[in-house]
């Protein structure tokens, strides 16, 4: 299988697992940090808004999963702790936006908060300014798992 799209590089490997990493891996993660933070990027998270008919459409999954039910688990994908604190304000906002579609039998968690800051500016958990690296995403599952664990 070969990725033609616009000269974007062949992420899949001889066996057609699609591997984002196979070329991050030798990525300067501290540059594409760097330059993350000095860019007004035309796109990114950091630059939609969460959309009415999207939280209508959100709001429809989580009272179908509910209806059937079927627990809800939501996490907030963890940013690099400078990247996050640049754009603090925009995520709190989308905090604002979302929260409130869950009710209380919903498990919601932040990989963004002071518990996980030790994850978020260790850089070696991400391949460049926002995709985990291998062992990032490793830890990611299995803390996901635990949680998800300790809820049912």
Not at 11 to 40: C, M, P, W
């Amino acid at each position: 299988i070969v990725n033609q799209y616009r000269g974007t590089r062949n992420y899949y490997n001889e066996y057609g697992h699609y591997d984002f990493n196979r070329y991050k891996d030798k990525q300067d993660v501290e540059q594409a940090i760097a330059a993350a933070l000095t860019k007004s990027r035309k796109w990114g998270t950091d630059q939609f808004k969460v959309t009415e008919q999207a939280k209508k459409d959100l709001k429809a999954i989580i009272d179908l999963a509910h209806a059937n039910e079927i627990k809800v688990f939501a996490y907030y994908y963890p940013r690099p702790y400078e990247i996050y604190d640049q754009k603090r304000e925009f995520y709190e906002e989308m905090h604002q936006d979302l929260d409130p579609l869950f009710d209380s039998s919903d498990y919601v968690w932040d990989f963004n908060t002071p518990e996980y800051e030790f994850f978020t500016r260790e850089h070696s958990n991400y391949c460049d300014h926002c995709h985990l690296s291998r062992p990032g995403a490793v830890w990611m599952v299995r803390e996901i798992e635990k949680q998800i664990a300790g809820r049912v």
